[in-house]
């Protein structure tokens, strides 16, 4: 069993109920869909007991694998893995310069860790530790998307067919950079500098057409989301908005850059579609700040990058008292666990508004064993004690993770002029 010496500034600082203590935290790669997604392992001194915790920031998985192991694991090893809130704020207070996706999804990754083996210990499940259940399951959406209007609806009307309520619409536009749809050629009379660009006012205008021909095939009972991937000013964000005013969107999500976040109440009075914006937070702060500041309507953090489950289950309690709900980020880039902890805040928070879904592939479940399926458009929490999934080693070493595509994607996200814009 390895443990600190007492004399070590990172010994346990307090007595400890038990003896039992962390001896090891490392980081495991993989990617049975293509999608690097990473996850921390903590073993502790109790034969077989060990937790896992989501730290997946596809993007820069390697840079938070060597967080993990090169920093967090002396900070942790040989302390009693019950004094969660101590552990996760020491971890986040030694680097000094805090905040940032890279640190925030390693502490994450040991607090999730920390929670699952929490309650693997209690004998019950991570939302049983949270207060319990409020609801029963947590309503889901998915994603549509098609080149064209007419793929995207056929998509839609599959989803509805499988039993959901919320779904969320993306259709093609011409534009190596467009977001969330297959991308459509330009015309051979186009005349664009950049000859994969991508055009605002295009973007403006056909944005609605989508949505009038959706309300037109899926009716008025379907509750319709969408994602502008942080590509507008504050002006266009409100011409949007208002555009889509006649269709009733649950939300639209991300309509201006982090970068002018502080614009949000202006474009949240001015718009007459609920807000949801988040994705890109990347500490608890940013959350807090986004939630208690008037903009937003929705919180959707990816909860690894605010720095895990402690993290989340403030904002929730904070957007809770301001009437602000959550819809935490939880696509493909979202390991199987960090989804379960987005479903055990889901369940446990009268804040809850609704939960982004993904329907991980064969390989997924193989990788993960106890993986959450989504049914009829619901998702609900493993009753298994922790969170009640499980890591296949060797399966995971089948399913290698190199680097993501996203970089390759990001640098083709220009203008018609040739100009970066906001992926």
């Known amino acids: 069993m390895s443990t600190q010496d007492a004399a070590s500034p990172f010994a346990q600082p307090w007595e400890a109920p038990d003896d039992v203590r962390i001896t090891r935290v490392r980081a495991v790669a993989t990617a049975p869909e ?34 993990v192991e090169e920093h967090l694991a002396r900070l942790v090893v040989g302390r009693y893995p019950g004094d969660i809130e101590d552990l996760v704020r ?20 040991l607090d999730q860790a920390l929670w699952d083996i929490a309650g693997k210990r209690a004998g019950r499940p991570v939302h049983e530790l949270l207060g319990g259940k409020v609801r029963g399951a947590a309503d889901t959406y998915l994603h549509a998307a098609g080149a064209t209007v007419e793929e995207t609806l056929d998509q839609a009307e599959r989803l509805r067919d499988e039993g959901l309520r919320h779904i969320r619409l993306q259709t093609g536009q011409p534009g190596a950079g467009h977001y969330g749809a297959p991308a459509v050629p330009h015309t051979a009379t186009t005349d664009h500098q950049y000859p994969g660009g991508w055009d605002v006012e295009e973007y403006l205008r056909r944005t609605p057409e989508l949505f009038a021909a959706a309300r037109d095939r899926l009716g008025p009972d379907i509750a319709l ?12 964000a409100v011409v949007l908005a208002r555009s889509l005013e006649p269709y009733r969107l649950y939300f639209l999500e991300d309509v ?10 202006e474009v949240r009075a001015a718009s007459p579609v609920p807000l949801a914006v988040g994705e890109l937070t990347t500490s608890l702060t940013d ?19 605010i720095g895990g489950l402690t993290a989340a289950r ?40 609704i939960q982004e879904g993904h329907v991980y592939a064969p390989a997924v479940h193989e990788v993960f064993p106890g993986t959450l399926r989504i049914e009829r458009g619901w998702l609900r929490p493993n009753e298994a004690p922790g969170w ?33 814009i906001a992926p």
């Open 388 to 420: 009640g999934i499980d890591l296949d080693e060797a399966a995971a070493a089948r399913f290698p993770a190199g680097l993501s595509g996203h970089d390759a994607w990001a640098a083709r996200v220009r203008g018609r002029d040739g100009g970066l």
């Open 225 to 236: 989301l969408h994602d502008v991937h942080s590509r507008l000013s504050p002006k266009q």
């Open 90 to 109: 020491l971890a986040r207070f030694s680097s000094y310069w805090r905040e940032g996706p890279v640190g925030n999804n390693a502490i994450s990754g």
């Open 256 to 265: 201006i850059a982090p970068e002018h976040w502080d614009r949000l109440p």
């Open 314 to 353: 403030k904002i929730a309690a904070a957007a809770e008292l301001v009437g602000v709900r959550t819809a935490w980020h939880a696509p493909g880039d979202t390991s199987p666990i960090g989804a379960a902890a987005n479903v055990a805040l889901d369940i446990t928070s009268p804040a809850f508004g």
């Open 34 to 67: 293509g999608i690097p997604l990473l996850v921390v392992k903590v073993e502790t001194s109790d034969d077989g007991l060990y937790g896992l915790g989501c730290a997946t920031f596809t993007q820069r998985w390697r840079a938070v694998a060597t967080y």
């Open 287 to 305: 959350a807090a700040r986004l939630v208690l500041g008037g903009g937003v309507d929705f919180i959707r953090s990816h909860i690894s990058g």
